[in-house]
């Protein structure tokens, strides 16, 4: 199972990164998502993918989960959630005054 996440967060960290080197605002902001949802993953793989009882059993469990990596990746998804409404918002903010979402053209680099 843990070949099938390396795997699965390998192809989420390539498109992210591939999405975050395009010129579009929107998509920078979509792979940056993309790229948090990996991490995510990544976190939780790490933790190890353990099959177990509830983690709050008391000192004499045979079995248990360690909670740690779960609240990590709750905490980190809040904060990407958190992040990425912040960045949907400049976004529309800043293609309501300069009226494009193009990166060369919100830079001055390019000419309309």
Not at 13 to 25: E, H, N, R, V
Not at 50 to 59: M, N, T
Not at 73 to 101: C, H, K, M, N, P
Request: zero cysteines; aromatic letters at 8%; a positive charge.
């Amino acid at each position: 199972m843990e070949i099938l996440m390396a795997i699965v967060i390998g192809v989420l960290f390539m498109s992210a990164t591939y999405l975050m080197l395009s010129k579009s605002l929107l998509r920078i902001i979509i792979g940056t998502g993309i790229l948090s949802h990996g991490a995510h993953l990544l976190l939780l793989t790490m933790g190890g993918l353990k099959k177990g009882a509830a983690p709050l059993l008391g000192e004499q469990a045979s079995s248990y989960t360690d909670p740690l990596p779960q609240a990590l990746i709750l905490t980190a998804i809040v904060i990407s959630f958190g992040v990425t409404s912040f960045f949907l918002v400049l976004a529309y903010r800043s293609y309501q005054e300069l009226g494009t979402d193009n990166m060369d053209r919100l830079r001055g680099n390019e000419k309309k």
